[in-house]
């Protein structure tokens, strides 16, 4: 069972740029897709990222409200996922999680994934 541990998440302001990482212990982590998640106070927990690859394929997907701003990557060799969020806005304001799910579908879906990292927060001023 892969077991999930975020960083990164911080306090800063509107444009600014932080990386989350979610590092991974477990042999098979390769094998899973991973994916990043937010929730903020009082909101559903929402889909923000998610990456996956088989060989020399990759295949990531975003949320709207994310995409070009937001970055997934993943290091297999460090067991290690990040994401890369620039141009942050108040509204990124949330507590982000990783995921992880077996085998190779970037779903936008929640309870697709388990299991769950403890949550990093990220709060963006105005």
């Known amino acids: 069972q892969v077991q999930l541990v975020e960083s990164g998440g911080g306090l800063v302001e509107a444009g600014g740029s932080l990386r989350l990482s979610c590092a991974a212990s477990?042999?098979?982590?390769?094998?899973?897709?991973m994916g990043w998640f937010r929730q903020a106070p009082g909101k559903e927990r929402e889909f923000v990222a998610a990456?996956?690859?088989?060989?020399?394929?990759?295949?990531?997907n975003y949320a709207d409200s994310v995409k070009d701003r937001f970055t997934i990557s993943r290091d297999n060799a460090k067991n290690t996922v990040y994401l890369q969020m620039n141009s942050l806005k108040p509204e990124d304001t949330a507590v982000y999680y990783c995921?992880?799910?077996?085998?190779?579908?970037?779903?936008?879906?929640?309870?697709?994934?388990?299991?769950w990292g403890q949550g990093t927060q990220v709060s963006v001023s105005s």
């Open positions: 995921a992880a799910r077996a085998g190779f579908g970037v779903t936008v879906v929640a309870n697709s994934y388990d299991p």
């Open positions: 477990g042999r098979t982590f390769s094998t899973y897709a």
């Open positions: 990456i996956s690859w088989a060989g020399s394929l990759t295949i990531t």
